[in-house]
Structure formats: structure tokens, C-alpha cells
């Protein structure tokens, strides 16, 4: 007998007296198909799956869930020789386009068993629907990093996937062991979920799990053969399953999304955030500044004294929430209540004199990694999670020596890391913790609780710091496995460090860093903030590292306009990391143009078509009206030339738009839905505002302001007679607006002020003294 779950998108069949394989049909055009998929469950010493048809089948059932009703039926096997027994159960939500399905196991048996994989999909065939007179279907493989830092990219089916080859340095911290990094051509491997997709038939698949709180999720994709093949597995970490315990995976879920829907990602990336029940309304973005890629470890209380003032002194030019103190306060990492001679009050009176300057004071603390040379160390011998030779593990070569980690199922390490944070945020006053290698706690080792999983380790050290904090302190995530701290953490760096530097080097050394995908550099950074961007305001909000305005750096200004860029249209937070009394006027302007911030993250119109998403487009909105913020990113080592093309960001070419480029001030009028943008310098941007031509209405089309522009725009409004607007950004600055207007007025005030309107190509231009606010008033005698 088959069955069958059903909804508008989706159609699951199996036939439990049959092979023991399920395939899922897409019921739209175009979809693809996934066949023969099976599950397992691999066990040290352990049996194999039993028949399906041994199977006791339950009758589809309805019931309700936080992805709405669903159907639902559980496949139950009777124990295999092993004493493991399990149920399967898969459910179908009735308005959401995904399938979701768990494996639960219970030991039977009279033994321990160890769980190696939950094999959700042991291996399944996927196929993708041919257009007619096209060859082979492109495929193209969209993997996640593990943690913060870890590469997340889009590669296409005959590249190899990028691993760092200093595995032993770089490998701890960024590869989670259980996902395998081959260099095969075609393999390709994620952690948590992934998309696979065809980019000619522009279907795709994406397959994950909606929490990460039981176990590390890993997918895997072979592009090799004629028949792309899927798996996806739980990580098992060989914990121990005592008898009569029971686990449960992480719900999987697949989706069938099409490449060029407005939010791809979205069904899924919302489903996870109604999986941990994030409450919907979010909090503001923040906007600080971090001392670390100015100082590094070298920071003193003078440094950041100095940077206080400065921020005290030019509150109004640059409005910053948060004041972030990172590491170099504390005498080394893990002996969180011992500072460093520079710091000789410690850190409590920063947080006053935070606070007195009008900021939020913010702390950078490693709760579970321990420097080797740490008195923690050598006091807690047995607080560190050990090697199967009992050697403290591996937690990658950080600040030029090999680091270890605490096992946080140890009591007194735990209640170690709920010390430090409690007093960090109760007693020296910090409402806000950047908590950073936080991967710590999840590598493998032989662990005190040998029953817990590396996620479950995690998820309850993170819970600890939550409560430790409490509710209202900021908690911002870093390098950190992603989903096993959703809905317990605030905001999350979603990439690898930013550098001086465009690629990484050490020591001087650039050729062998040269592709390193995890190490600190400016393009790895960017490389993920966009990538990731879709996870921003449904996980948390998105750290996209600091933004390096300062003229030492060894960027280009084109690499830093890139940046400035690529952070304020990814949405997230913004953060400087300057000297700020060293910084020019003309840097500052940059901060200032992305103030305040956009919030709203971009659709990547090309993300399944290129390594790096080089097209974004916002559309945004204002009493000054609709218009396309645009981005065009020149990712190649050598300038290009470049046309706009708007039916590459699926905009109707047929009408006409105003176009202005924020950098460079090119202005001009698409015309067939194309216009010619020149020479982009190697790793920089066009950024364009787009505005539909009204010829017979007076227009804004933008300024050199804010980075959006438009959202400067505070007010609009315009009778047959009169045009009156305002506009808000920080600080005193002169600035010029662009207006399209059909006649010329009769009089232009400013603040009240007769001015001139200049004459320019695009139509007006109004030069403006800003002092926080400018209004604008128009008048026109019929
Ligand atoms: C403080 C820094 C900053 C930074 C964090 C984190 O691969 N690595 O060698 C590597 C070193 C440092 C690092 C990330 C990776 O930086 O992301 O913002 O807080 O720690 O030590």
C-alpha cells in the first residue's frame, strides 16, 4: 500500500511494504524531484535499519504546530539486534512548502549504545526537470560554515568546495570534524542546511534541520555522477544512548524554493525562527564602536579613554549606542577577574565612564576557550575537555599559540563561565557582552556527561550565559555555531574577521594565505556578510564586523566604499573600529552617511549564480516616494567595465529612471532599461538609486547625505504651489540634493534662507548646510 502526505506544494510518497525508500514530488512546474531517499541510524557495534515493512504505520493524523496544521504519520520499528529502536515520523504542514521528518530512538537493549549519524537522508536522488533544448541541467550548491567565520559560498557543480589548508591552526575552530571538507571535485558539504539548485531551470532545493539544540546538522552533495546525490545527517558525536534513553532529532526539512523568487530562503529561514519561537517584534539594529582592529591586544584604558571623549565630544556628528571594549583588558584569556596593566582600575570605571558619555557599555568576553599560559589553566587541569589521550584538545592556533577549551559538562567550569558573566554584567556593568569563541564548547573530546552531544553542550553553556546575564543584557554571538544559539543570543557575527588587509596575510606572509577562506580578511568578511544576509531580523540581528574608515589601512578607497556599501545594505549592525580623534573629516563623512542605518536586508538577485552575490536591490520608501537602491559589486582583481541592465535585477526595463551613483555622483536616465556605468575599479561598487521618471512632478533623486539616498528625507510635501521638505543626518555637514522639477520655482529657502538652485544635467542641484536637520521650501508663482 502507498501513502501519501499532501500539500499545495508538495506530494510524499512511500510504500512501507516496499524498498524502504520515500521520494517527494514537487506539485508546481518546474520542481524537482528527490527519489529513493532512506533513512538510518548509525550506531557503534550496531545493527542496521530493519525492513520497512516491519513497520507499524500509523494512520495520518492532524494536529497543530508553530508551522500551523500539519499531517503527520509515524513509521515504529521494533528494536534491531542492537536494542535501538525507532520511530520515524514525518509531517506535512498544510500552508507552509516544506516536508519536515525526525528520527526518535530509544535503547531497548540491555546495553549503552553509541550514536554515530542520524542519517535523515542516507543518500537520495535528486532530479531536476529539463527545458526543452537545453543540455544538462548547471547545478549549483549553496553551502553554510559552521561557525561565524566558516566560508558560506555558492559553488558550481565542477568547482572544488574551499577548505583552509592549515588545518591544524585554522581547522578547530571553523570546520565542524563531522562535516566532511573533501577536495574531490563536485563534493560539497554544509553545515546545518544547504541549497541545491539548477540554474537553468532556476528550481532549487534546500535541506536542513530547524534547530540545531540536539545535534550538529551536516549535508552533503555529490554532483559527480549523471544522478546528483543528497544526504543529510545528524551528528551523533558517538554519545553514549544508555538503556532507555531516548533521542530525538532536530526536525529536518526540505523545501522546494524557485532561484528567483523575491526571498528565497525566506519559508525556511522563518520556519526556524518560529522553531525556537522568536518573538516577532525585533529590536532596534545598534550601531558602536569596538577597539579591536585599531588596538588588538594591545589596548589601554588611556586608548580607550581617548575614544570615549571623542565620542563624548562628537555625539552629535556620530551618534554610536554601544561603546564595545574587545580583549586585551583581561591578563589572559580565561582569567576573566585579573587584568593587564593598562588596565589598572580593570574595566568597571570604562562602563561609568560609558555610560556618563551617553553610551551603552559593551564587553568582549571568550567564556570557553582557555589560553594555554592562563592561570585557569594550570589551577583547573581538570575543567578542560581532553583528547581520547587525555591531552587538552586542539581549539585552533589564536593569539600565536595553541588554545584549549573548558568541558562545560563539568559543574564547577560551568559554574566558572556563569561567574564571569554574572559579574561582568551585574558588577561591572556591562548590558552588553560580545561572547566570542564560543565553538569552544563544541569541539569533540571525551566530556565528563559522555551522554550529551556537542550541540546539546552548547546549547546548555549558552543557556547558562543567558541566565546568567539575564533577560535585557545584549548578547552578541561570535565565532559561533549558528543555529544551536538561535533564540539565545541577540545578535550574531555572521562572517570571518575583517582586516586591514583585502585578503589574509601573517606575518607579512600574503601568497600562501592568499585563499584561506575563514581567515581575518576584508573579502572573507564580505564574503559572508552577504551570503548570510537573509538570516538577518528571523535568527537575530546580523554583526557584519567593523567597518575600517581610517586611511592607514592597506584598503583602496574603492574597497572601502565596497564595504561601506556592502554593510549598510546587508542590513546589520554597524560598527567602527577607529582611532577616532586620528580620523579625518572626510572618513568620518562615510560613518555619518550610513547613519541611520538602513536596517533591512537586500535581495541577492545573483546569489545562486555567483560565488559572490554581486548584485543587490532594496526597495525603498519615504513621503519622498518609492525608488531601487542598487548595488553592483566589481569582485574581480582588475577594474571592468560595466552597464547596468535592470532586467538583471528584474526591474521592468520599458520605462525610464532617474539614476544616480552615490561614490561617484554619475547621474544620468536608463534608457531601454540600460545605462553605462564605465570603469569599476577592481573591488568596488556602483551604487545606484533608481527613482521612476515623472516628468511632469518635481522629484528627489537622491544626494551625497546618506548612502540610501533618500532616506534622509524626513518629509514631503508639495501643493500646486509649494514644495516643502526635510532632511536629517548627524552632525553639521554641507551636503547637495538632486531634484527633478518640471518648472523652475520662483523662490528656494533653506532654514528660511533664500538660496540658488544650480542647473545640472539631471535637472536641479540645492547645496546645503546641514546642521542635523535642514527644511527645504520651494515656491512657484503661477
Ligand atoms: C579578539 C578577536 C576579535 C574579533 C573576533 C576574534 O582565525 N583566527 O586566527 C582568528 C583570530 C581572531 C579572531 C578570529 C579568528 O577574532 O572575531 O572580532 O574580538 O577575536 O581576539
Known amino acids: 500500500?502507498?501513502?501519501?502526505?499532501?500539500?499545495?506544494?508538495?506530494?510524499?510518497?512511500?510504500?512501507?511494504?516496499?524498498?524502504?525508500?520515500?521520494?517527494?514530488?514537487?506539485?508546481?512546474?518546474?520542481?524537482?524531484?528527490?527519489?529513493?531517499?532512506?533513512?538510518?541510524?548509525?550506531?557503534?557495534?550496531?545493527?542496521?535499519?530493519?525492513?520497512?515493512?516491519?513497520?507499524?504505520?500509523?494512520?495520518?493524523?492532524?494536529?497543530?504546530?508553530?508551522?500551523?496544521?500539519?499531517?503527520?504519520?509515524?513509521?515504529?520499528?521494533?528494536?534491531?539486534?542492537?536494542?535501538?529502536?525507532?520511530?520515524?515520523?514525518?509531517?506535512?504542514?498544510?500552508?507552509?512548502?516544506?516536508?519536515?521528518?525526525?528520527?526518535?530512538?530509544?535503547?531497548?537493549?540491555?546495553?549503552?549504545?553509541?550514536?554515530?549519524?542520524?542519517?535523515?537522508?542516507?543518500?537520495?536522488?535528486?532530479?531536476?526537470?529539463?527545458?526543452?533544448?537545453?543540455?544538462?541541467?548547471?547545478?549549483?550548491?549553496?553551502?553554510?560554515?559552521?561557525?561565524?567565520?566558516?566560508?558560506?559560498?555558492?559553488?558550481?557543480?565542477?568547482?572544488?568546495?574551499?577548505?583552509?589548508?592549515?588545518?591544524?591552526?585554522?581547522?578547530?575552530?571553523?570546520?565542524?570534524?563531522?562535516?566532511?571538507?573533501?577536495?574531490?571535485?563536485g563534493c560539497f558539504s554544509s553545515d546545518m542546511f544547504a541549497v541545491l539548485g539548477d540554474r537553468t531551470s532556476r528550481s532549487a532545493l534546500l535541506v536542513g534541520f530547524l534547530s540545531q539544540r540536539q545535534h550538529f546538522g551536516s549535508v552533503e552533495a555529490r554532483l559527480t555522477g549523471a544522478v546528483p546525490l543528497l544526504r543529510l545527517w545528524a551528528n551523533g558525536d558517538n554519545v553514549l544512548l544508555v538503556p532507555g534513553a531516548e533521542v530525538s532529532t532536530d526536525w529536518a526539512c526540505l523545501n522546494l524554493l524557485h532561484v528567483d523568487e523575491a526571498d528565497p530562503l525566506g519559508a525556511y529561514l522563518e520556519a526556524v525562527a518560529r522553531e525556537h519561537a522568536l518573538p516577532a517584534g525585533q529590536r532596534l539594529v545598534p550601531t558602536g564602536w569596538c577597539s579591536w582592529y585599531q588596538f588588538f591586544q594591545n589596548v589601554t584604558a588611556v586608548d580607550i579613554r581617548q575614544n570615549i571623549q571623542a565620542l563624548q565630544e562628537q555625539r552629535s556628528a556620530l551618534p554610536l549606542d554601544v561603546f564595545q571594549i574587545d580583549d586585551g583588558f583581561e591578563s589572559q584569556v580565561g582569567d576573566w577577574f585579573s587584568f593587564k596593566a593598562t588596565f589598572p582600575d580593570g574595566v568597571a570605571p570604562l562602563a561609568v565612564e560609558i555610560r556618563c558619555a551617553g553610551m551603552i557599555p559593551g564587553l568582549w568576553l571568550a567564556p570557553f576557550i582557555v589560553h594555554p599560559q592562563s592561570r585557569l589553566m594550570q589551577e583547573h587541569p581538570d575543567w578542560l575537555l581532553r583528547s581520547r589521550l587525555n591531552r587538552p584538545v586542539n581549539a585552533g592556533f589564536l593569539w600565536n599559540t595553541f588554545t584549549t577549551a573548558l568541558d562545560m559538562t563539568h559543574p564547577s567550569a560551568m559554574a566558572y563561565v556563569e561567574e564571569v558573566i554574572s559579574t561582568a554584567v551585574h558588577r561591572w556593568g556591562f548590558p552588553y557582552l560580545k561572547l566570542d569563541f564560543l565553538f569552544a564548547a563544541a569541539l569533540p573530546g571525551r566530556r565528563r556527561d559522555p551522554r550529551q552531544t556537542r550541540a546539546q553542550v552548547l546549547r546548555s553553556a549558552l543557556e547558562a550565559v543567558r541566565r546568567a546575564a539575564g533577560e535585557t543584557t545584549l548578547l552578541l554571538g561570535c565565532g559561533c555555531p549558528l543555529g544551536t544559539a538561535i533564540g539565545l543570543v541577540d545578535a550574531m557575527r555572521i562572517s570571518a574577521d575583517v582586516d586591514v588587509r583585502w585578503t589574509p596575510a601573517f606575518h607579512g606572509i600574503r601568497a600562501f594565505f592568499h585563499s584561506e577562506p575563514h581567515m581575518p580578511a576584508t573579502r572573507n568578511a564580505l564574503q559572508?556578510?552577504?551570503?548570510?544576509?537573509?538570516?538577518?531580523?528571523?535568527?537575530?540581528?546580523?554583526?557584519?564586523?567593523?567597518?575600517?574608515?581610517?586611511?592607514?589601512?592597506?584598503?583602496?578607497?574603492?574597497?572601502?566604499?565596497?564595504?561601506?556599501?556592502?554593510?549598510?545594505?546587508?542590513?546589520?549592525?554597524?560598527?567602527?573600529?577607529?582611532?577616532?580623534?586620528?580620523?579625518?573629516?572626510?572618513?568620518?563623512?562615510?560613518?555619518?552617511?550610513?547613519?541611520?542605518?538602513?536596517?533591512?536586508?537586500?535581495?541577492?538577485?545573483?546569489?545562486?549564480?555567483?560565488?559572490?552575490?554581486?548584485?543587490?536591490?532594496?526597495?525603498?520608501?519615504?513621503?519622498?516616494?518609492?525608488?531601487?537602491?542598487?548595488?553592483?559589486?566589481?569582485?574581480?582583481?582588475?577594474?571592468?567595465?560595466?552597464?547596468?541592465?535592470?532586467?538583471?535585477?528584474?526591474?521592468?526595463?520599458?520605462?525610464?529612471?532617474?539614476?544616480?551613483?552615490?561614490?561617484?555622483?554619475?547621474?544620468?536616465?536608463?534608457?531601454?532599461?540600460?545605462?553605462?556605468?564605465?570603469?569599476?575599479?577592481?573591488?568596488?561598487?556602483?551604487?545606484?538609486?533608481?527613482?521612476?521618471?515623472?516628468?511632469?512632478?518635481?522629484?528627489?533623486?537622491?544626494?551625497?547625505?546618506?548612502?540610501?539616498?533618500?532616506?534622509e528625507v524626513t518629509s514631503w510635501q508639495q501643493t500646486a504651489d509649494e514644495l516643502n521638505f526635510g532632511v536629517e543626518r548627524p552632525g553639521g555637514v554641507y551636503g547637495r540634493v538632486y531634484l527633478h522639477l518640471p518648472l523652475p520655482p520662483s523662490q528656494v529657502q533653506v532654514n528660511q534662507r533664500p538660496v540658488q538652485l544650480e542647473n545640472c544635467p539631471e535637472g536641479y542641484a540645492l547645496n546645503l548646510a546641514v546642521n542635523g536637520k535642514a527644511s527645504v521650501q520651494l515656491t512657484w508663482k503661477h
Open 528 to 711: 559572508n556578510v552577504l551570503v548570510r544576509a537573509p538570516l538577518h531580523r528571523r535568527w537575530w540581528i546580523n554583526d557584519p564586523d567593523c567597518l575600517l574608515l581610517r586611511p592607514e589601512t592597506e584598503l583602496t578607497l574603492a574597497e572601502l566604499q565596497t564595504h561601506a556599501s556592502v554593510v549598510a545594505l546587508s542590513g546589520g549592525m554597524l560598527l567602527l573600529s577607529d582611532h577616532l580623534p586620528n580620523l579625518p573629516p572626510e572618513r568620518l563623512r562615510v560613518a555619518q552617511s550610513l547613519l541611520p542605518l538602513i536596517g533591512q536586508a537586500p535581495r541577492l538577485i545573483d546569489w545562486l549564480d555567483a560565488h559572490t552575490p554581486s548584485r543587490l536591490r532594496l526597495d525603498l520608501q519615504n513621503d519622498s516616494g518609492c525608488w531601487h537602491l542598487l548595488a553592483l559589486i566589481n569582485w574581480d582583481d582588475h577594474p571592468r567595465e560595466f552597464e547596468l541592465n535592470l532586467e538583471e535585477y528584474q526591474l521592468n526595463g520599458d520605462g525610464e529612471y532617474h539614476l544616480r551613483e552615490f561614490w561617484s555622483g554619475l547621474a544620468g536616465v536608463t534608457h531601454r532599461g540600460r545605462f553605462p556605468l564605465g570603469v569599476l575599479p577592481a573591488h568596488g561598487t556602483a551604487l545606484l538609486a533608481l527613482r521612476p521618471r515623472q516628468p511632469d512632478a518635481p522629484q528627489y533623486l537622491g544626494s551625497d547625505l546618506h548612502i540610501s539616498q533618500g532616506l
Open 1 to 185: 500500500m502507498t501513502i501519501t502526505l499532501e500539500n499545495p506544494w508538495l506530494q510524499l510518497i512511500f510504500d512501507p511494504a516496499e524498498s524502504g525508500s520515500w521520494s517527494l514530488q514537487g506539485i508546481q512546474a518546474n520542481a524537482p524531484l528527490i527519489h529513493q531517499a532512506r533513512l538510518d541510524v548509525r550506531a557503534r557495534r550496531g545493527g542496521s535499519m530493519p525492513p520497512w515493512r516491519q513497520a507499524d504505520l500509523s494512520t495520518p493524523q492532524r494536529s497543530d504546530s508553530p508551522h500551523g496544521p500539519l499531517t503527520w504519520v509515524d513509521l515504529r520499528f521494533a528494536p534491531r539486534e542492537d536494542g535501538l529502536a525507532y520511530r520515524i515520523t514525518f509531517a506535512m504542514p498544510e500552508t507552509q512548502p516544506f516536508l519536515l521528518w525526525r528520527i526518535v530512538v530509544q535503547n531497548q537493549g540491555s546495553a549503552p549504545a553509541q550514536i554515530e549519524r542520524l542519517e535523515l537522508l542516507k543518500e537520495a536522488q535528486v532530479s531536476f526537470p529539463m527545458r526543452t533544448g537545453n543540455a544538462s541541467p548547471r547545478l549549483a550548491f549553496l553551502s553554510n560554515g559552521w561557525q561565524s567565520w566558516s566560508y558560506s559560498g555558492v559553488y558550481a557543480a565542477n568547482e572544488q568546495q574551499r577548505r583552509t589548508r592549515l588545518r591544524l591552526f585554522q581547522g578547530p575552530p571553523n570546520v565542524n570534524p563531522q562535516t566532511p571538507h573533501t577536495r574531490r571535485r
